[in-house]
């Protein structure tokens, strides 16, 4: 089978197009068949070697996929099932290739209303938002959420998500987004070009931070007594949370997992209409080191993925 992989850390140009044996599933796990791959901005990270979480190359990235089952050694699936998730996250899951072997309880059945592409483009980035808003933050309906980053991968789905719980939605983004962060819910848009948030916003329930940097600090500002900010971001830094807690509210980081109860509550949400993924481009597998490029160029609107023909 072909594989994407790196001899070296580096720009987009180090990825290659490989041909490696095809992995074999172990009892409890599937083969799948890859049909696409969603991107995530960290893989960009591993890539460059800013972030050395698979160690040196060589090595394959990816977690995001959606494919078919081709071999079951488990009762959890059969073979043609159609599936999804982000198996092994953080360990290497090797999904951008055109086969993936990967447990069967980090991946759920696709839902018909999603094409491999959504699919695919959603488990990191939907976890992420579930696991920040619900799993941690316990948005309820009433509350008040604020969304830094809305028109980005997790950004986007994480408006969707503070919606569907009856929450109010308030979100950081470019201009350019507004149209495409009120179509998905947004109650008020902030053009962080213009406007400071900090300086507008105030009586937050639940800030989820896809930023980073003093986006953290600043955020403390527009919470309510006893609001709790939630970073996808931030590493966790003993003397930012002591200022949280001091002031009353909650800081927590989010490390996402590949929870099977979460997908089924994405696939919920997508099932009664009210949960959408946004993919900006897709490119045929071959073409990775273009879609790094533009991962690499940040300002995403919804994610990008990898499409496969086999
Ligand atoms: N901890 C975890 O488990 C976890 C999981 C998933 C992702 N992450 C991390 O979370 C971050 C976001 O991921 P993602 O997939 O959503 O990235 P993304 O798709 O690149 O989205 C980032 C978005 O932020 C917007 N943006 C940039 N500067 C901004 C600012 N100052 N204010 C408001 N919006 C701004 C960008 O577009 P515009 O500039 O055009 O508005 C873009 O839409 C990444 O660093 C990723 O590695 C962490």
Redesign the pocket.
């Known amino acids: 089978m072909r594989v994407i992989t790196q001899q070296k850390l580096g720009g987009p140009e180090v990825l290659t197009v490989a041909d490696a044996p095809e992995p074999r599933a172990l009892p409890t796990e599937v083969l799948v068949r890859v049909k696409a791959i969603g991107l995530?901005?960290?893989e960009a990270r591993l890539r460059d070697g800013e972030f050395p979480l698979l160690g040196q190359p060589p090595f394959v990235l990816g977690w995001d996929l959606s494919g078919v089952v081709e071999e079951a050694l488990t009762w959890r699936f059969r073979p043609g099932d159609e599936v999804f998730g982000m198996p092994l996250f953080p360990r290497a899951a090797n999904a951008y290739a055109e086969a993936v072997a990967a447990p069967a309880l980090h991946l759920v059945g696709k839902p018909k209303e999603l094409s491999h592409v959504e699919a695919a483009a959603l488990p990191?980035?939907g976890l992420?938002a579930w696991q920040g808003l619900v799993d941690l933050g316990g948005v309820a309906a009433g509350d008040r959420v604020l969304v830094?980053?809305g028109?980005?991968?997790?950004?986007h789905v994480a408006i969707q998500i503070a919606k569907a719980l009856g929450a109010q939605v308030l979100t950081?983004?470019?201009e350019?987004?507004r149209e495409f962060v009120e179509g998905l819910g947004a109650d008020e848009v902030i053009d962080?070009t213009k406007v400071d948030f900090a300086e507008v916003v105030r009586d937050i329930d639940v800030v989820l931070d896809?930023?980073?940097g003093d986006?953290v600090e600043r955020s403390l500002g527009v919470l309510r007594p006893g609001g709790h900010l939630v970073t996808?971001?931030a590493e966790e830094d003993t003397e930012l949370i002591g200022r949280f807690e001091a002031a009353g509210m909650r800081f927590s980081g989010?490390?996402?997992d590949p929870d099977p109860v979460g997908l089924r509550n994405l696939v919920a949400l997508v099932d009664q209409g009210k949960l959408r993924v946004h993919v900006q481009e897709t490119f045929p597998f071959e073409r990775v080191a273009d879609a790094h490029r533009l991962l690499d160029g940040?300002?995403?609107?919804g994610k990008v993925v990898l499409t496969l023909n086999s």
């Not at 028109?151 to 950004?155: D, E, K, L």
């Not at 940040?298 to 609107?301: T, W």
């Open positions: 995530n901005p960290l990191v980035v992420t830094h980053g028109g980005g991968g997790v950004g950081t983004a470019s350019s987004k962080y896809t930023l980073g986006t996808a971001v989010i490390a996402v940040g300002h995403l609107q």
